[in-house]
């Protein structure tokens, strides 16, 4: 099993630590420091929401800025890196942390950047957790990764269940190629939806991609009657259009990367139907909404990386999790050694978080069980909540 895995190497990275190798505190005229590393695309096709994923985490470290280990006070230092949402850049973005003597990673909007990564994890035996990336393989190939979102999976049949539910028969399927994301949530709503005796149209688009006029096209002339296109923001922004300019004509229907204002942005006052699942619905949680709404109007760096409004992503209240699963494992642990962090991991189990409660299977996957539908409301620009849903 995973945690025994986990407790074993952890042991003998212990012994190395012990011989002069790291923990990722220093001492300053502040008091020591523990390192959080923060493993998120600043940039490229996924900044936008890599941006707003960070946001959640530095809110939790401007709120709670220190934390006791044993019996010492340590300031809390985020030390960010940009993966570009570039699988060979994520490469050298995870070495740079590494070698900055972080204790845990938190990291990345971005399946494939994360995968991409995790062998330089596993090698440095650094303890990571995944914030929003959904894919299975970030986890199942990587005994260092840990996440705190549902996966694939579940969301690809939540949103199969979900359409089907809605009366839709015949569904386009759009993804990206080569986008470890994409493909795989398409391909886990195709299953889902076949079994449940759907039927289906699938194309992928190429990378640098930036005319979807033939994808729209496709899905009217095919007869579908449900677009399922979980991309990126940029790419969505531009296929919004598209179903606007060409009259779609049916629901759209995509995963947690549209839970953006991005999303909502390129669909006010356009004749289009979006339905999201993600991991939180604004309203959730009050006292949350409001100070990290407080914080980005009085912040213009922070407003700006949130698109330039204070309307709530799904995945900064993630990240803001994710801060604070990273501080209760660095407690559990009772230091800032990685190795004593990753085998604190798979019993961790946190609760009185925004997105729910948080504990790990065996493969270090969070057990969650629900997803938030919500609806773009295009005269207000606004996600509307529609329900929870399971994938049963």
Same mark, same amino acid.
């Given at each position: 099993?995973?945690?025994?895995?986990?407790?074993?190497?952890?042991?003998?990275?212990?012994?190395?630590?012990?011989?002069?190798?790291?923990?990722? +505190?220093?001492?300053? #005229?502040?008091?020591?420091?523990?390192?959080?590393?923060?493993?998120?695309?600043?940039?490229?096709?996924?900044?936008?929401?890599?941006?707003?994923?960070?946001?959640?985490?530095?809110?939790?470290?401007?709120?709670?800025?220190?934390?006791?280990?044993?019996?010492?006070?340590?300031? !809390?230092?985020?030390?960010?890196?940009?993966?570009?949402? =570039?699988?060979?850049?994520?490469?050298?973005?995870?070495?740079?942390?590494?070698?900055?003597?972080?204790?845990?990673?938190?990291?990345?909007? #971005?399946?494939?950047?994360?995968?991409?990564?995790?062998?330089?994890?596993?090698?440095?035996?650094?303890?990571?957790?995944?914030?929003?990336?959904?894919?299975?393989?970030?986890?199942?190939?990587?005994?260092?990764?840990?996440?705190?979102?549902?996966?694939?999976?579940?969301?690809?049949? !939540?949103?199969?269940?979900?359409?089907?539910?809605?009366?839709?028969?015949?569904?386009?399927?759009?993804?990206?190629?080569?986008?470890?994301?994409?493909?795989?949530?398409?391909?886990?709503?195709?299953?889902?939806?076949?079994?449940?005796?759907?039927?289906?149209?699938?194309?992928?688009?190429?990378?640098?991609?930036?005319?979807?006029?033939?994808?729209?096209?496709?899905?009217?002339? &095919?007869?579908?009657?449900?677009?399922?296109?979980?991309?990126?923001?940029?790419?969505?922004?531009?296929?919004?259009?598209?179903?606007?300019?060409?009259?779609?004509?049916?629901?759209?229907?995509?995963?947690?990367?549209?839970? +953006?204002?991005?999303?909502?942005?390129?669909?006010?006052?356009?004749?289009?139907?979006?339905?999201?699942?993600?991991?939180?619905?604004?309203?959730?949680?009050?006292?949350?909404?409001?100070?990290?709404?407080?914080?980005?109007?009085?912040?213009?760096?922070?407003?700006?990386?949130?698109?330039?409004?204070? =309307?709530?992503?799904?995945?900064?209240?993630?990240?803001?999790?994710?801060?604070?699963?990273?501080?209760?494992?660095?407690?559990?642990?009772?230091?800032?050694?990685?190795?004593? !962090?990753?085998?604190?991991?798979?019993?961790?189990?946190?609760?009185?978080?925004?997105?729910?409660?948080?504990?790990?299977?065996?493969?270090?996957?969070?057990?969650?069980?629900?997803?938030?539908? &919500?609806?773009?409301?295009?005269? +207000?620009?606004?996600?509307?909540?529609?329900?929870?849903?399971?994938?049963?």
């Amino acid at each position: 099993m995973k945690k025994i895995l986990v407790l074993a190497l952890s042991l003998v990275l212990a012994m190395l630590a012990l011989a002069g190798c790291g923990g990722g +505190s220093g001492s300053g #005229g502040g008091g020591d420091t523990v390192k959080i590393g923060v493993f998120e695309p600043a940039s490229g096709d996924n900044g936008a929401g890599g941006k707003q994923e960070i946001l959640g985490m530095e809110y939790a470290n401007e709120m709670t800025p220190t934390v006791t280990i044993g019996d010492k006070e340590y300031n !809390v230092e985020l030390v960010k890196v940009d993966n570009e949402s =570039d699988n060979s850049k994520a490469v050298t973005a995870a070495q740079n942390l590494v070698s900055q003597n972080v204790s845990v990673v938190l990291g990345s909007y #971005g399946s494939g950047v994360s995968i991409a990564a995790a062998d330089v994890f596993a090698d440095a035996g650094m303890p990571a957790i995944g914030v929003s990336c959904t894919n299975p393989q970030v986890t199942a190939d990587c005994e260092q990764y840990f996440r705190i979102c549902f996966l694939d999976p579940f969301q690809g049949t !939540v949103l199969a269940n979900y359409a089907w539910e809605s009366g839709c028969k015949k569904a386009y399927c759009l993804s990206k190629l080569g986008d470890d994301y994409s493909v795989g949530l398409v391909n886990y709503f195709v299953e889902a939806f076949k079994e449940l005796g759907g039927e289906v149209v699938e194309e992928q688009f190429p990378d640098k991609n930036s005319d979807f006029t033939s994808y729209v096209a496709n899905a009217k002339n &095919k007869g579908c009657d449900v677009f399922f296109a979980p991309v990126s923001t940029e790419a969505a922004a531009l296929i919004i259009d598209q179903a606007e300019a060409q009259a779609l004509g049916m629901p759209i229907l995509a995963g947690d990367t549209w839970d +953006s204002n991005v999303i909502t942005d390129a669909a006010k006052g356009k004749n289009v139907d979006i339905t999201v699942t993600t991991f939180y619905q604004e309203g959730g949680n009050p006292e949350f909404d409001e100070g990290i709404k407080e914080w980005m109007e009085n912040n213009s760096t922070a407003m700006t990386n949130n698109g330039g409004n204070t =309307d709530l992503a799904a995945v900064t209240a993630l990240g803001y999790d994710a801060y604070f699963v990273a501080l209760e494992a660095l407690k559990a642990a009772g230091s800032t050694d990685p190795a004593d !962090v990753l085998a604190a991991l798979p019993s961790l189990k946190v609760s009185g978080l925004v997105c729910g409660d948080v504990s790990f299977n065996e493969t270090g996957d969070a057990n969650k069980t629900e997803a938030f539908v &919500k609806h773009c409301n295009t005269e +207000s620009g606004a996600w509307e909540f529609v329900k929870t849903q399971s994938a049963e």
